[in-house]
């Protein structure tokens, strides 16, 4: 491979068979939605009138049939094949390390592309948790997080940025690939393997509103990855302005980190209570669209030994959510170096589970999966730091170790 060199080209002019010289300077199409797709198409120079149909073509191929490398597409002429590759490439993140748990659940470390010459790019952590006819695939959706909950890992990495919508989407394409899920792998086109989403990895996906926006719409279109909303789960910690966003331009299941039945209690679990106080977050579940009985907000509540475990709690939150058609999972506390909580005791889950199921809700508690690999909720964390700008120069000078 050519070295990469920290030039940009800019090929916006261009109507010519040139070719970009770098891989860095080769943009890469994965997370480009089908009108960036083609727009990007119509900048190398392909006719008008034939746009739309290389579009599907590539579409296809990325994500109906997981080709990164052009020469493999043989659904597009060779002279086209041959542009692509010259101008473009289809890049995933990179897998550093996985890890398997004793009960299947499975967790890749992943190496995003470097932002800044000479320095490695930052990590993320994506996980799959295989279950009895389904699969489910937890995605990050920033290294770190801005907010800071108190009983949550990520929340002690500081924010180093947003994830682009195509290492979002990147995550899913890794995981098939690490599954063999690809339609060459000999697999049923429906017996698939992952068959749910749950934004609910690293980061806060309402504070990165587009780009997930972008990913979701790329992995529930119905030609490619073809995963419908209603398996995918974005899950906030109630960003309520941005609430009412999701329900218009996302149109997922939603996920309410809610873990507290007052104020008081949130405030110092979910900080971000105090800028957007409970009464706000139901009243904007109340309006999120499309609730029914069938098409339920799910309410996550973390459960912490005397912190929110009390049965006067359990009745509060059963009272809390009346009228707003609603799942309750309670998530036993994984802990995690440092982490300042207990989980509650079983039998405090069990009664506390009780006082909900007998309010109607069913099956409750989340078993924990992949504790033994810090793959479980809350559990994920990257080494990845914000360098501060005086660090970063001096590393930028130096030699990269790796
Ligand atoms: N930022 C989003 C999504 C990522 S967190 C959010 O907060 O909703 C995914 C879920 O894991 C959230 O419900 C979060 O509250 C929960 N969680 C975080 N830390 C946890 C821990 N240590 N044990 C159990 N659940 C945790
Ligand atoms: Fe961020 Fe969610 Fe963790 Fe809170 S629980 S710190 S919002 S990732």
């Known amino acids: 491979m050519a070295p990469q060199m920290a030039t940009s080209l800019d090929i916006s002019h261009r109507k010519t068979e040139a ?20 727009a990007a198409l119509a900048l190398i120079g392909l006719p008008k009138n034939q746009i739309r149909m290389r579009t599907t073509q590539l579409w296809n ?20 094949r041959e542009k692509l590759a010259g101008h473009f490439v289809v890049a995933r993140p990179e897998i550093v390390t996985e890890q398997k748990s004793v009960d299947g ?47 949550c ?30 339609p060459n792998s000999g697999r049923n086109a429906d017996d698939r393997l992952v068959t749910n989403i749950v934004m609910m990895g690293m980061g806060e996906p309402l504070y990165n509103f587009e780009n997930v926006r972008d990913a979701l719409d790329i992995v529930s279109d119905g030609e490619g990855l073809s995963l419908s909303k209603r398996r995918i789960t974005l899950s906030t910690s109630g960003v309520v302005p941005m609430i009412e966003r999701a329900g218009a331009e996302i149109g997922s299941m939603l ?11 949130r405030d110092k679990l979910v900080p971000l209570n105090k800028k957007y106080p409970m009464a706000e977050l139901l009243e904007a579940c ?25 049965l006067a709690d359990a009745k509060e939150l059963v009272r809390l959510l009346k009228g707003i058609p609603a799942k309750i999972n309670l998530i036993p506390f994984n802990p995690w170096p440092g982490s300042p909580y207990e989980c509650s005791d079983w039998a405090q889950i069990e009664k506390f589970a009780d006082v909900v199921n007998r309010a109607g809700y069913a099956s409750p508690v989340r078993t924990p999966r992949g504790r033994d690999i810090m793959a479980a909720c809350g559990q994920l964390k990257s080494e990845t730091v ?14 990269p170790s790796a």
Not at 21 to 31: C, S, V
Not at 155 to 169: F, P, W
Not at 386 to 399: L, M
């Open 19 to 38: 070719a970009p010289e770098t891989a860095a300077a080769r943009k890469n199409l994965l997370g480009l939605t089908r009108d960036e797709l083609g």
């Open 61 to 80: 191929a990325i994500y109906t049939r997981g080709q990164s490398d052009f020469a493999e597409m043989t659904t597009l002429s060779k002279e086209l």
């Open 105 to 151: 659940t499975r967790k890749w470390l992943l190496r995003l592309a470097s932002d800044r010459p000479g320095l490695p790019g930052p990590e993320v952590e994506t996980v799959y948790i295989p279950e009895e006819g389904r699969g489910t695939l937890c995605i990050s959706s920033q290294v770190g997080c801005t907010l800071t909950c108190t009983f």
């Open 153 to 182: 890992h990520t929340g002690t990495q500081k924010l180093v940025r947003n994830l682009t919508a195509g290492e979002i989407v990147g995550q899913l394409m890794v995981a098939r690939d690490a599954l063999g899920e690809w």
């Open 255 to 265: 996920a309410i980190s809610l873990h507290a039945v007052n104020d008081e209690t």
């Open 286 to 310: 109340r309006n999120y669209p499309g609730l029914s009985n069938a098409r339920r907000i799910t309410f996550e509540y973390v459960m912490l030994k005397g912190v929110n475990d009390s």
């Open 386 to 399: 914000k360098a501060r700008a005086s660090e970063r120069f001096k590393k930028a000078d130096a030699q």
